[in-house]
């Protein structure tokens, strides 16, 4: 393979596609999005025509990754058991199903072979992904280097109240209780990533808009990788080239984006102060 994957991890809403595209300007490098969803997409980037160059991309990944008899629909669910979050006792401890390290493996091999870039950004965001990865490419040719990107969790649980956007929304409580449970998962996961030898970039969202430039550079001395290409664009407020990417936040179906320098700021409530403290474990 020869090819280095960066995978960002994380909760939903933190930004984690805004990360993808800006390390994706790079040098040699591409945004792939969240590729998790490949088996519930049916291997079809959503909300893409034909004639997009992001659907032909991923056309032909598919047409390579596809065995005769595969079933997308028990692709899907073999990811989801060994993925989503409430699976993590037997991510750590159990041992994976042949199928999924089958999926996984045949998988990454078609986007690589489809790639001529050498360093693929991925933000499946999961954290239970992120040590599977770990896991099945053990010792392989396949370098795989972590980032984990945390928000405000007030700035998370607002947007989850939000609604008419493509993921779901979420009540205060809930929202809540996802972020903190999701975002433990990321710190147990960091700390088992590190143990293996990973190399991992720990970054906050408010300091990758307020100072993003420094932000690059953190990431890039903590991973050993060059993401000058990236700085450049930034300091000359130059767009940014979304990528290939099949899934994740909306702003993928622009070609290009500007980053934003300024968050939202409001008056914070009683309920922010209850997010800020409920939270305050996972974002000191």
């Not at 770990?134 to 370098?143: E, P, V």
């Not at 795989?144 to 007030?154: G, Q, V």
């Not at 809540?176 to 960091?190: A, G, H, K, R, S």
Request: with cysteine; charged share 30%; glycine share 6%.
């Amino acid at each position: 393979m020869d090819k280095t994957l960066i995978y960002i991890l994380g909760a939903g809403r933190s930004g984690t596609t805004i990360l993808d595209i800006l390390l994706g300007n790079s040098q040699d490098t591409i945004s792939i999005g969240e590729v998790s969803r490949f088996c519930k997409r049916q291997g079809i980037p959503p909300k893409r025509e034909k004639e997009d160059p992001v659907f032909g991309y991923w056309d032909d990944v598919r047409r390579t990754f596809e065995r005769e008899g595969f079933d997308y629909t028990k692709g899907e669910e073999s990811v989801t058991n060994h993925e989503y979050h409430t699976h993590f006792v037997k991510a750590v401890f159990g041992k994976h199903d042949q199928e999924y390290i089958d999926i996984i493996q045949e998988f990454y091999k078609a986007v690589f072979d489809r790639t001529k870039e050498a360093v693929l950004i991925e933000s499946s965001k999961y954290p239970l992904r992120a040590m599977n990865l770990s896991k099945i490419f053990n010792g392989d040719s396949l370098k795989i280097k972590y980032i984990y990107l945390k928000k405000d969790p007030i700035q998370v649980v607002r947007s989850f109240n939000k609604k008419n956007i493509e993921q779901p929304p979420k009540g205060f409580l809930l929202s809540n209780i996802y972020y903190l449970t999701v975002n433990l998962i990321c710190l147990w996961t960091v700390k088992i990533l590190r143990r293996r030898k990973h190399a991992v970039a720990i970054v906050k969202y408010d300091d990758l808009v307020a100072q993003p430039i420094k932000t690059l550079d953190d990431i890039a001395m903590n991973l050993g990788e060059n993401f000058d290409d990236s700085k450049q664009k930034i300091a000359n407020n130059r767009p940014l080239y979304t990528g290939f990417l099949f899934d994740g936040n909306r702003i993928r179906l622009q070609q290009e984006i500007l980053l934003r320098s300024k968050t939202e700021t409001r008056k914070l409530t009683l309920g922010d102060y209850f997010t800020k403290i409920f939270n305050y474990l996972v974002y000191r």
